[in-house]
């Protein structure tokens, strides 16, 4: 019982074995995923929900990415407004900051984070937030926090810090507004010791698990193609952490996702929480 809470199944490294890849994660007991609909930016923004309504375990998201801020229209706002309402979708994202590429100016970034947090919360729908600074500095996560804090946290709907790479203090931050934090294959990597010191602070209750597919493939599939099939790794990484089972971790996270978004859990799940 694992649920992948992120991953871009759209794109092209999929292109030749996508059906396949979803049944293994289906046989392999995947039993969510979450399909992340910001896409290459405006032109296929319902990219998630093409792939969820093809199969029942899929949810998916929308959203603009901050790489594509620049790109952003009235026109695919108005799209969004739309796409908010079909029934697979669950949450707004990935939007937020990312100062280490740079692809968008950083001022236009805040601009469509802004009007997407204000088109989030009318829609009533939580935000998966991306947020990656510039080398060598924490500039994004603290602008990403304070516009968090100033323009999202009032409606308590909350949300998902995806694949989370910063420091304790700012998953503290995070959870404080009411989010959740994921913690996705680089959280393997030998490099990664300050994630997995984050890691042990944050609270089970608070904590999911993703792919992030196709990238970050977890170790021992570090360098391959990542797919959602490969969530195990990092359930297992933090089981490490946490003296838990692989499954232990992938049971409570998936209860911690269906628990936030407010969905009924599977009944494999209902019979194990009543013999705990």
């Excluded at 296929?44 to 229209?73: M, N, R, V, Y």
């Excluded at 493939?217 to 297992?236: D, L, T, Y």
């Amino acid at each position: 019982m694992f649920i992948d809470s992120h991953a871009h199944l759209e794109m092209e490294q999929f292109n030749a074995d996508r059906e396949q890849m979803i049944a293994r994660a289906r046989d392999g007991g995947i039993e969510k995923i979450v399909a992340i609909g910001s896409g290459t930016g405006p032109g296929s923004l319902d990219c998630g929900i093409q792939l969820a309504e093809q199969h029942e375990f899929i949810l998916a998201t929308i959203g603009i990415h901050p790489h594509e801020a620049k790109l952003a229209t009235d026109a695919d706002f108005q799209e969004l407004e739309q796409l908010a309402r079909r029934p697979k979708v669950i949450a707004w994202g990935e939007i937020g900051l990312d100062y280490f590429y740079g692809h968008s100016p950083r001022e236009l970034q805040q601009q469509v984070f802004l009007r997407q947090m204000e088109m989030a919360g009318a829609a009533r729908l939580p935000i998966v937030i991306h947020c990656r600074p510039s080398a060598g500095s924490d500039n994004a996560w603290d602008d990403c926090l304070n516009l968090l804090e100033q323009h999202w946290k009032a409606n308590g709907l909350g949300g998902i810090l995806h694949c989370f790479t910063g420091a304790w203090p700012y998953a503290k931050r995070a959870l404080d507004l009411g989010f959740m934090i994921s913690f996705a294959g680089n959280v393997t990597f030998p490099k990664a010791q300050p994630i997995r010191d984050a890691a042990k602070e944050v609270p089970l209750e608070r904590m999911l698990i993703e792919t992030d597919s196709p990238f970050l493939a977890p170790v021992p599939h570090r360098g391959k193609r990542n797919e959602p099939a490969f969530v195990k790794e990092v359930a297992r990484q933090l089981g490490e952490l946490r003296g838990l089972s692989t499954e232990d971790v992938g049971w409570r996270t998936a209860h911690n996702f269906y628990n936030f978004f407010k969905l009924a859990e599977s009944n494999q799940d209902k019979d194990k929480e009543l013999r705990r």
